[in-house]
């Protein structure tokens, strides 16, 4: 029971929740970008929110089915077509043993997931299987590849696609994300970092008025964001200190970097602020070019929202493993 | 303890600070909260990071929501008894390394620049580098990098002003007052003046990474003929920890 790479995309790989307990040795968490379609897409599946799917940018992979699987795609929409017939997101799918999935257009977004119910049968390394490029480990260790071929650990009994009838959007699950999935026309909620204060009065209003640009050097490691040219009232030489997923560092030269999901474990740069974790999907979801801007939040929002958002996934998982019992899956 | 400040890190972690300085005593009490919260296995913490002047916490969030409703509220608080508590517990012991290096100019590539612009001979850069025991005092950058220090000052120096493409696993650096160890090949800006044979990082073993922060290390000096002859007879057999 397996899926082919029969052609490869330019950053797909293994993805789950991340590794967690050895930022001390300096191994970063990694896992998947956008955590909240990742999840979805788990439960669409009738998976563990955690468990592990395949993350893919555009050009995608081309994919090939072995066996039969129950899947479900979310994230970004990259017009999914299963030999030759559109298949919608976050909608679970029943494949056919020897079907072909393929991604023919970046519409929207930035980072799609395949969640296969079962989940994706890779090597963990160190309690995770998140492919973790530079260590060479985790999931294939590496980017996916053509001839790469990924086991499964379900496959259902069926002859025929199917397209199964319950359907969710992110909207119903965060409520930041507008009726536009990964819409980034809302400000994205900030809380401020502990070098806020270095900015000049000027930057810190600038921050939180203009729009930015998502760069060209984007990738997992970080989105540069450009826009109007921050300037330091205080330049102190900092420390190297631990970051996080969706830090938002000042460089020398004036441009900001959001860190993302493969950030290093410490940074020595000027932290200006965190973008929320319930607005971080929308933030990654943003491709080269994209608009965004900040808005002020506090911690307590933060958490708040936060768990909200946890809330509704658990309670869309529950709504799909009813489902599937309903439909005899 | 008066400077301790207490800040969030994003809404899942927060770093409590204790200075920004490079100084083993405020290095101290960063690992006497480390070593005090390590001992207790709470279910709250899902990374501990010290650095420099920081220790930061990451938690997970619904977990300490479903005993609070401010999370960070509860961390902190909870952060500020420990920095009560932890000042009773033993004095800090550290391990003790002992890495080899090889100086041998195809390893230390920017011995003869360092040497011109701080005045200094390659064989006293040696002595000086190999004379203090350095502590970890974080790992970082890559999977176990080892940020050391502090290096003397009639060895310090700035960052390469370009940094090299690819700068060879093993490779002792120097930034600063840091000196430090790439554990694979990764580009890179520190100034290289040797190389280890020893094995920093090894994906299949238990224990990937050498290091801890914290490690005490001294390094001493070997010739060409004993790192070819370490790299024959097995590095990741060595083991370089003296006590």
């Known amino acids: ?329 | 303890m008066k400077e301790v400040s207490i800040f969030p890190v994003g809404e899942q972690a927060l770093s409590i600070c204790f200075g920004n300085k490079p100084d083993k005593e405020i290095n101290d009490q960063v690992f006497s909260l480390y070593n005090h919260l390590r001992r207790q296995a709470d279910p709250f913490w899902k990374d501990l990071i010290p650095a420099y002047c920081t220790l930061t916490v990451v938690y997970d969030l619904k977990l300490v929501r479903s005993h609070s409703a401010c999370a960070f509220t509860y961390v902190k608080n909870s952060m500020e008894q420990a920095l009560e508590k932890c000042i009773d517990d033993e004095g800090l012991t550290f391990r003790k390394l002992l890495i080899p290096v090889c100086y041998e100019s195809a390893f230390g590539l920017d011995l003869p620049a360092l040497a011109k612009s701080n005045r200094i001979s390659v064989d006293e850069i040696i002595e000086r580098h190999t004379a203090p025991t350095y502590r970890v005092y974080m790992l970082g950058f890559l999977p176990g990098f080892p940020y050391m220090g502090m290096v003397p000052d009639a060895i310090a120096a700035p960052r390469l002003a370009t940094p090299r493409r690819t700068v060879s696993a093993g490779s002792v650096g120097i930034a600063g007052n840091q000196t430090g160890i790439y554990p694979m090949d990764s580009p890179g800006g520190w100034n290289i003046i040797g190389r280890t044979p020893v094995k920093l990082f090894d994906v299949h073993a238990k224990q990937p990474v050498l290091f801890q922060p914290g490690d005490e290390v001294t390094f001493y000096p070997i010739t060409q003929e004993a790192f070819d002859a370490f790299d024959a007879f097995d590095a990741r057999s060595f083991n370089p920890i003296s006590a």
């Open chain 1, 1 to 329: 029971m397996s899926i082919e790479v029969i052609k490869a995309g330019i950053a797909d790989s293994v993805q789950d929740g991340g590794r967690y307990g050895y930022q001390h040795l300096g191994i970063n968490p990694t896992g998947a970008m956008d955590l909240l379609a990742m999840k979805m897409a788990n439960a669409l599946a009738g998976n563990a929110l955690n468990e592990a799917v395949v993350e893919m940018s555009f050009p995608a992979a081309s994919l090939y089915f072995h066996k039969a699987a129950f899947i479900a795609l979310a994230g970004a929409d990259f017009s999914p077509r299963l030999n030759g017939a559109h298949v919608p997101l976050y909608q679970p799918i029943g494949v056919a043993a020897g079907s072909e999935l393929k991604f023919s257009k970046a519409l929207q977004g930035a980072w799609c997931y395949l969640a296969v119910r079962g989940g994706v049968d890779v090597r963990e390394w160190l309690g995770s299987t998140s492919t973790h490029v530079k260590a060479g480990a985790g999931g294939l260790g590496r980017f996916l590849k053509r001839g790469d071929i990924l086991p499964i650990r379900y496959s259902p009994g069926l002859s025929d696609t199917i397209i199964y009838p319950w359907r969710t959007s992110p909207w119903l699950v965060s409520p930041q994300a507008t009726k536009e999935p990964s819409s980034l026309h809302a400000a994205l909620h900030i809380i401020p970092g502990n070098e806020f204060s270095w900015l000049n009065r000027k930057s810190q209003k600038d921050f939180l008025k203009q729009p930015f640009a998502i760069g060209a050097h984007s990738d997992r490691m970080g989105y540069r964001l450009t826009g109007p040219a921050l300037k330091q009232q205080i330049k102190e030489e900092l420390l190297s200190t631990a970051v996080s997923f969706g830090t938002i560092q000042l460089l020398p030269n004036g441009e900001l970097i959001a860190l993302m999901a493969d950030h290093q474990t410490t940074g020595g740069y000027p932290r200006i602020a965190h973008v929320i974790s319930a607005d971080r999907s929308r933030l990654v979801q943003g491709r080269p070019g994209d608009k965004i801007s900040f808005t002020l939040t506090d911690i307590q929002e933060a958490e708040d929202l936060a768990i909200d958002q946890e809330r509704s996934l658990r309670q869309l998982q529950w709504a799909c493993t009813f489902k599937l019992r309903e439909t005899g899956l």
